[in-house]
């Protein structure tokens, strides 16, 4: 445990460390709590124990009485002694489910730890249920277990089990962007898309039957940097991916927009036209928050693979300095752009070794830690000043008009804390 | 295979967690996957603790499972011992672990760590939460109580007695401990040992040097004190102090078995609640439609309160604790309803709808449930959220609990006086039939649900008519003859909605197509109470 393997330092002079042991992180179930709002004909059943259903609550804080799109079938003591077949018990259950809400078109089957550790066969299931239930609904299954996904790598997987599903394209000349995005971000980045005279469609789409065709020669643009097995599912199809980093911040969102223009042959006068009213609002509205965030020590606990692009937009834009920056998982391809624009010497960690990572955080006294929930009180009452990271993932952060909302979230902390004279 | 949305209870490690967390000086090694650590936010967020819960997770990943999962437990527990020293470990799996089958207790004992590691054994897919609770508890004070001590001859001696109960997560469990000691203290009575909460290994070790125990929440200690008054010998009282009448029949058991004056605690008037029930304001309180679920603690605590202190009618009353269901079907009996066992949220919303109370007691659920139909709530019993951990000082239990039962449980209700003047002043625009009390902030929007919404009643009249509806036929309701609609606008407006509502229910069950005014008098002697 705890072996710190350094790796070679990339071209850019960042450094890479993995690091083993205890991590605190959530599991990819996690990523159900944003996926349904997005996806709104979709159920997510999560085929688990009682644990599961106590995480998922726990995360969805009170969403979870406005009759949510997501559930738990618990896995309990007959079903594991044998004395209830597993897969009759699951097809009840369903059946009880599209009865109670038949406005459901698309119906996830989510395996958990429990589940992938007696290796109950969700894929199976959701064949025979697909077959059952259809044409009205569809039953896909993805993984959202902590043995193999952390927090945001489960919409990886969900959007990971779509891709096979998507239809043909006929033609090659659109636009796929890949990743969930608050609909008002969605609705800005496709306004710009079609003034840069790009035909765009998104995965996910907001109902299961507008999913996005796609075929050989469809180029996507990756929205999100967690979506590693989402990508590798495209590629098998055919799809290419423009290499691009991600649109956090003015200067992300421009370059990420431009890596597109540039592949459309979008001609660079137009670009700039198109894109000059939103850099010149998020550059005026970052430069309300410069001041707060410039020169300070930020430190990222390692939570949604978000780190990197976050550390980039705070060190570059806002002239923040990066102590740390954990990252559960670091996809070197999809993160290549956004690495070098790291400044030299940055140390970046995979992985996570708890108690190692807390004593190294506490010796730096940084003036903002990034990290979860289960860390940022501890860590306020140690004098520390924290922002809670799965904020990130529930607010509209991408884009031009959502600039100046991220470096706030930042801010906020800072701000309170030089307020409060208690 | 069970369908859950919500759940009232945690898996069993979670209440190992609970102790745990209450506790100083002790460590948990769970073994359990990526992920369980969310846990840790249920302390740190809902609870707002100041510390990580002093909890080590293996955090096996798939990877892992190719390898040698028991190994990486030893290296942790042994890992855990070198960082954080404590007096003792517990040691255990999650319903994953549970599933690979390595053997905590047996991998962490092979470490011959210096102090004491005791194993749990907690089946995550039978049992629940407060079990796990009970379950570490108990297997602590086993393993940690020591052996029988010779205590001192009672003559003379001011006697001592273990508080046995408050955990992290529990709800007012903070000021519920601070009201108790107040009482005893003035009882003369010495607290020898406060365990979970505050207790550290060592002091669990000094556990039978007290005269006797007193178990505030059965859930969690019972087990711990049946077997103190096994291995040394103390008797205990389980008389859970929440209301005045249960206060005051604890102190009276505490004081009998301290042998000491129970006067100094009881004489005067030590509550205001019955002060409050009496004054002329709470007459319309009287015979109001209570509805009570929980843990089984607090629901039978709460529906005595309601029933007997604040002259509230019981129509419902259940509690997810199916080990207590015995005791909260009999205390339904007496009020002769039938008690609701059940740990489905759907259910409790069903014998809510079914109850058609005027007042719902219960837990964050049963919050959302009451916002959803419209009916005043307030919140009694765990699981709560962050708003249930307040900072004000807020017990539930002894005399001030009893205090801040009534604000609580009256609150909610429309105070009387606002109640007349409304009556008043009703043609005023400010003030008609559907305006909701000031401070029950939020009406019952029109989204569209799956579950059969109830109509918007006024929370002052509620209908005692059963919401359900039976089929599309049952839905037909009279029309109303001229006559009787005008009458109808006589009655006063605070009883108007519930009289509609009865001359309604009337004609549908006789299949009346009209109703009149002779209808709308028969309703009423027929549903007059």
């Known amino acids: 445990m705890n072996a710190h393997a350094p790796l070679p330092a990339t071209e850019c002079g960042v450094t890479v460390r993995a690091e083993h042991g205890q991590r605190a992180v959530f599991c990819g179930l996690t990523g159900i709590v944003w996926l349904h709002r997005k996806i709104q004909d979709a159920f997510f059943l999560v085929v688990g124990s009682r644990t599961c259903a106590h995480l998922i609550q726990s995360a969805a804080g009170v969403m979870i009485f406005a009759e949510p799109r997501f559930a738990t079938a618990i896995i309990d003591e007959r079903d594991l002694a044998g004395l209830a077949d597993m897969n009759e018990e699951l097809d009840r259950v369903v059946t009880r489910l599209i009865e109670r809400r038949p406005d459901i078109r698309l119906l996830f089957l989510v395996g958990s730890c429990p589940s992938e550790v007696i290796k109950l066969d969700l894929s199976r299931a959701a064949q025979r249920l697909s077959r059952r239930l259809a044409p009205d609904v569809r039953v896909l299954n993805y993984s959202g277990s902590g043995i193999e996904t952390t927090f945001t790598q489960g919409e990886d997987a969900c959007l990971a089990s779509l891709v096979p599903e998507l239809p043909e394209a006929a033609g090659t000349d659109e636009l796929l962007v890949v990743g969930a995005l608050a609909d008002v971000v969605e609705d800005q980045f496709a306004r710009l898309f079609s003034d840069l005279g790009i035909a765009a469609r998104f995965l996910p789409a907001r109902r299961a039957g507008q999913m996005p065709a796609i075929g050989r020669g469809t180029r996507f643009l990756l929205a999100q940097p967690f979506l590693a097995d989402t990508a590798r599912a495209l590629e098998e199809r055919g799809c290419q991916r423009i290499a691009a980093p991600f649109p956090l911040g003015a200067e992300g969102t421009t370059e990420w927009l431009r890596t597109a223009a540039e592949a459309f042959g979008v001609d660079p006068a137009r670009f700039e036209a198109v894109t000059a009213p939103g850099l010149r609002r998020s550059r005026q509205a970052l430069a309300a928050y410069a001041e707060k965030l410039v020169g300070k020590r930020v430190f990222f606990f390692p939570d949604s693979q978000l780190e990197v692009p976050l550390a980039r937009f705070l060190s570059r834009e806002m002239g923040a300095d990066l102590i740390e920056v954990g990252t559960p998982y670091l996809h070197r391809g999809h993160l290549a752009a956004e690495l070098e624009w790291l400044p030299s010497g940055t140390a970046v960690v995979e992985g996570q070794s708890l108690d190692d990572g807390l004593d190294r955080c506490r010796a730096a006294r940084p003036d903002l830690t990034v990290c979860g929930l289960g860390l940022a009180n501890p860590l306020e009452a140690e004098g520390l000043t924290t922002k809670w990271s799965i904020e990130l993932l529930f607010t509209p952060i991408q884009g031009y008009e959502q600039a100046g909302d991220l470096a706030e979230l930042f801010a906020r902390p800072l701000d309170r804390r030089a307020r409060l004279e208690v | ?529």
């Open chain 2, 1 to 529: 295979m069970q369908l859950t949305v919500w759940t009232y209870e945690g898996p069993p490690h979670i209440g190992a967690m609970r102790v745990a967390t209450a506790m100083e000086g002790l460590h948990y090694v769970l073994h359990a996957p990526q992920g369980d650590t969310y846990a840790d936010l249920l302390f740190t967020m809902i609870e707002r603790r100041a510390k990580r819960p002093p909890v080590t997770y293996t955090t096996f990943q798939a990877r892992d499972l190719g390898g040698d999962t028991a190994a990486l437990f030893k290296d942790v527990v042994a890992a855990a011992y070198e960082r954080f020293r404590p007096q003792a470990m517990i040691v255990g799996a999650s319903c994953t672990a549970e599933l690979i089958q390595d053997d905590p207790g047996g991998l962490a004992k092979a470490l011959g760590l210096p102090i004491p590691v005791i194993p749990l054994e907690l089946p995550a897919y039978q049992k629940k939460e407060n079990w796990g609770a009970s379950e570490t508890f108990y297997r602590l004070v086993r393993a940690l109580s020591g052996t029988p001590v010779e205590r001192a001859p009672v003559d003379g001696r001011r006697r001592s007695c273990n508080l046995l109960g408050p955990t992290a997560l529990g709800f007012r469990h903070r000021d519920d401990l601070i009201e108790i000691r107040a009482i005893l203290d003035r009882l003369g009575i010495a607290v020898n040992v406060v365990a979970p909460s505050g207790a550290t290994p060592a002091d669990l070790g000094q556990l039978g040097e007290a005269d006797f125990n007193i178990v505030l929440y059965p859930e969690i200690a019972r087990a711990a004190a049946q077997f103190l008054e096994k291995a040394h010998g103390q008797p205990f009282v389980e008389t859970v102090p929440i209301g005045v009448g249960a206060t005051t029949r604890f102190v009276e058991a505490v004081a009998t078995l301290a042998g000491v004056d129970p006067a100094p605690v009881l004489a005067g008037a030590p509550s205001r609640l019955p002060w409050y029930s009496r004054s002329v304001d709470s007459t319309y309180l009287t015979g109001k439609r209570v509805f009570v679920f929980g843990d089984a603690t607090h629901a039978l605590a709460i529906a005595r309160v309601a029933a007997h202190e604040i002259g509230f009618r019981l129509v419902g009353l259940g509690t997810y604790t199916r080990e207590f269901a015995r005791e909260v079907r009999a205390e339904a009996a007496l009020h002769g309803i039938e008690a609701t066992i059940t740990d489905d949220y759907l259910d409790v919303e069903a014998a809510i709808q079914a109850a058609a109370p005027e007042l719902v007691l219960g837990t964050q659920m049963e919050r959302h449930v009451a916002k959803r139909l419209g009916i005043p709530c307030a919140v009694i019993s765990a699981p709560v959220h962050v708003q249930d951990f307040p900072a004000r000082h807020s017990p539930q239990m002894g005399f001030e609990g009893a205090n801040v039962l009534f604000d609580t449980l009256v609150h909610p209700l429309m105070m009387g006086l606002e109640e007349h003047l409304l009556g008043m002043f009703r043609d005023d625009p400010e003030f008609h039939d559907g305006a909701a009390p000031s401070h029950l902030g939020h009406r019952p929007s029109d989204g569209t649900h799956a579950v059969g919404r109830a109509p918007a009643a006024s929370p002052l009249a509620p209908a005692p008519a059963p919401i359900r509806i039976e089929g599309e036929a049952a839905i037909q309701t009279a029309s109303w003859a001229p006559d009787a609609e005008k009458e109808l606008k006589k009655i006063p407006f605070f009883v108007r909605g519930k009289a509609r509502a009865n001359a309604e229910r009337y004609a549908r069950e006789r299949r009346l197509p009209l109703i009149t005014l002779e209808t709308l008098y028969d309703a009423k002697a027929h549903f007059s109470r």
